[in-house]
Protein backbone atom coordinates (compact mmCIF):
# COMPACT_ATOMS: atom_id res chain seq x y z
CA UNK A 1 0.00 0.00 0.00
CA UNK A 2 1.35 3.54 -0.82
CA UNK A 3 2.22 5.58 2.14
CA UNK A 4 -0.82 8.13 0.24
CA UNK A 5 -3.23 5.22 0.55
CA UNK A 6 -2.17 4.53 3.77
CA UNK A 7 -2.61 8.06 5.14
CA UNK A 8 -6.19 8.13 3.06
CA UNK A 9 -7.11 4.94 5.29
CA UNK A 10 -5.74 6.45 8.58
CA UNK A 11 -8.09 9.55 7.94
CA UNK A 12 -10.88 6.67 7.60
CA UNK A 13 -10.79 4.77 10.07
CA UNK A 14 -10.96 7.99 12.27
CA UNK A 15 -13.84 9.09 10.83
CA UNK A 16 -15.85 5.85 10.88
CA UNK A 17 -14.53 4.44 14.02
CA UNK A 18 -17.47 6.31 16.01
CA UNK A 19 -19.98 5.55 13.51
CA UNK A 20 -22.65 3.87 15.06
CA UNK A 21 -22.78 1.28 11.21
CA UNK A 22 -19.29 0.36 12.73
CA UNK A 23 -19.94 0.18 16.70
CA UNK A 24 -17.92 -2.81 18.19
CA UNK A 25 -15.88 -3.92 15.16
CA UNK A 26 -12.15 -4.52 15.70
CA UNK A 27 -9.63 -2.87 13.80
CA UNK A 28 -8.85 -5.51 11.86
CA UNK A 29 -12.53 -5.18 10.52
CA UNK A 30 -12.72 -1.16 10.47
CA UNK A 31 -9.72 -1.60 8.58
CA UNK A 32 -10.78 -3.77 6.13
CA UNK A 33 -13.70 -1.29 5.66
CA UNK A 34 -11.68 1.26 4.99
CA UNK A 35 -10.60 -0.04 1.77
CA UNK A 36 -13.93 -0.23 0.53
CA UNK A 37 -14.85 3.42 1.15
CA UNK A 38 -15.21 5.59 -1.92
CA UNK A 39 -14.76 9.56 -1.52
CA UNK A 40 -17.34 11.76 -3.12
CA UNK A 41 -17.51 15.64 -2.75
CA UNK A 42 -20.79 17.49 -3.57
CA UNK A 43 -21.60 21.20 -4.02
CA UNK A 44 -24.25 23.19 -2.25
CA UNK A 45 -27.30 22.68 -4.06
CA UNK A 46 -26.51 19.79 -5.80
CA UNK A 47 -28.85 16.63 -5.57
CA UNK A 48 -26.79 13.47 -3.87
CA UNK A 49 -30.00 11.30 -4.13
CA UNK A 50 -32.61 11.71 -6.55
CA UNK A 51 -36.36 10.09 -5.07
CA UNK A 52 -36.98 6.47 -7.42
CA UNK A 53 -33.83 6.24 -8.65
CA UNK A 54 -31.81 2.61 -8.41
CA UNK A 55 -29.66 2.84 -5.39
CA UNK A 56 -25.92 0.78 -5.75
CA UNK A 57 -24.51 2.98 -2.47
CA UNK A 58 -24.93 4.00 0.95
CA UNK A 59 -23.20 7.76 2.05
CA UNK A 60 -21.80 8.65 5.38
CA UNK A 61 -21.40 12.88 5.55
CA UNK A 62 -17.99 13.58 6.69
CA UNK A 63 -18.65 17.24 6.48
CA UNK A 64 -21.88 19.57 5.42
CA UNK A 65 -25.21 19.46 6.03
CA UNK A 66 -28.13 17.77 3.69
CA UNK A 67 -31.68 18.09 3.57
CA UNK A 68 -34.12 14.78 3.05
CA UNK A 69 -37.26 15.65 1.51
CA UNK A 70 -39.83 13.64 -0.44
CA UNK A 71 -41.88 14.98 -3.57
CA UNK A 72 -45.34 14.26 -3.75
CA UNK A 73 -47.41 13.43 -6.88
CA UNK A 74 -48.38 17.16 -7.09
CA UNK A 75 -44.77 17.94 -7.11
CA UNK A 76 -44.87 19.63 -3.48
CA UNK A 77 -41.35 19.25 -1.22
CA UNK A 78 -42.21 18.09 1.81
CA UNK A 79 -38.94 18.06 4.31
CA UNK A 80 -38.38 15.08 6.39
CA UNK A 81 -35.38 15.61 7.71
CA UNK A 82 -31.40 17.36 8.11
CA UNK A 83 -28.36 15.10 8.39
CA UNK A 84 -25.45 16.27 9.16
CA UNK A 85 -21.55 14.61 10.00
CA UNK A 86 -21.51 11.20 11.24
CA UNK A 87 -24.83 10.40 9.75
CA UNK A 88 -25.70 7.84 7.23
CA UNK A 89 -27.70 8.28 4.36
CA UNK A 90 -29.18 5.27 1.73
CA UNK A 91 -28.95 2.60 3.87
CA UNK A 92 -32.92 2.26 3.63
CA UNK A 93 -32.66 1.19 -0.26
CA UNK A 94 -29.99 -1.29 0.61
CA UNK A 95 -33.02 -3.42 2.26
CA UNK A 96 -35.55 -2.64 -0.34
CA UNK A 97 -36.11 -2.31 -3.88
CA UNK A 98 -32.94 -0.40 -4.54
CA UNK A 99 -34.60 2.51 -5.15
CA UNK A 100 -34.39 5.85 -3.14
CA UNK A 101 -36.78 6.63 -1.09
CA UNK A 102 -36.49 10.41 -0.91
CA UNK A 103 -34.60 13.12 -2.19
CA UNK A 104 -31.24 14.25 -0.44
CA UNK A 105 -30.12 17.77 -1.65
CA UNK A 106 -26.63 19.45 0.00
CA UNK A 107 -27.39 22.24 2.15
CA UNK A 108 -23.89 23.53 1.70
CA UNK A 109 -20.62 21.98 0.16
CA UNK A 110 -20.56 18.50 0.95
CA UNK A 111 -18.20 15.56 2.10
CA UNK A 112 -18.98 11.99 1.95
CA UNK A 113 -17.34 8.43 2.35
CA UNK A 114 -19.68 6.28 -0.40
CA UNK A 115 -19.77 2.37 0.49
CA UNK A 116 -21.24 0.39 -2.56
CA UNK A 117 -23.88 -2.15 -1.97
CA UNK A 118 -22.16 -4.96 -3.71
CA UNK A 119 -18.68 -4.28 -1.21
CA UNK A 120 -21.77 -4.06 2.02
CA UNK A 121 -22.10 -7.53 0.79
CA UNK A 122 -19.06 -9.01 1.05
CA UNK A 123 -18.30 -7.18 4.05
CA UNK A 124 -21.36 -9.15 5.78
CA UNK A 125 -19.64 -12.27 4.57
CA UNK A 126 -16.48 -11.47 6.56
CA UNK A 127 -18.01 -9.25 10.08
CA UNK A 128 -21.45 -10.58 10.68
CA UNK A 129 -22.32 -8.17 13.26
CA UNK A 130 -22.42 -5.44 10.43
CA UNK A 131 -26.03 -7.08 9.72
CA UNK A 132 -27.44 -6.01 13.31
CA UNK A 133 -25.67 -2.34 12.75
CA UNK A 134 -27.78 -1.76 9.60
CA UNK A 135 -30.93 -3.08 11.01
CA UNK A 136 -30.67 -0.56 13.93
CA UNK A 137 -29.38 2.48 11.70
CA UNK A 138 -32.80 0.89 9.27
CA UNK A 139 -34.89 1.32 12.55
CA UNK A 140 -33.49 5.38 13.21
CA UNK A 141 -34.51 6.21 9.57
CA UNK A 142 -37.81 4.62 9.48
CA UNK A 143 -39.10 6.75 12.09
CA UNK A 144 -38.99 10.00 9.89
CA UNK A 145 -39.97 8.09 6.88
CA UNK A 146 -43.18 7.63 8.64
CA UNK A 147 -43.69 10.68 10.27
CA UNK A 148 -44.03 12.12 6.63
CA UNK A 149 -46.09 8.99 5.14
CA UNK A 150 -48.56 9.55 8.30
CA UNK A 151 -48.49 13.75 8.12
CA UNK A 152 -49.20 13.66 4.07
CA UNK A 153 -51.73 11.25 4.56
CA UNK A 154 -53.37 13.52 6.78
CA UNK A 155 -52.86 16.47 5.32
CA UNK A 156 -54.60 14.78 1.99
CA UNK A 157 -57.84 13.37 3.74
CA UNK A 158 -57.82 17.12 5.63
CA UNK A 159 -57.75 18.84 2.05
CA UNK A 160 -60.10 16.94 0.74
Not at 22 to 27: L, W, Y
Not at 28 to 45: R, Y
Not at 146 to 159: A, C, P
Request: with cysteine.
Amino acid sequence: MTEKKQIANDHIYDLIKTNSLFSGFTAEQLSLICDLFHKKSVNKGDLVMQQGSRAKSLYIIVTGRVLVFRETEEGESIPIDTSGPGECLGEMAYFTDKRRSAFVRAMEDCFFLQLDYKDIDMALQKIPSLSMNLTNMLQDHIFPSLFWFLQHLFLQNFQQ
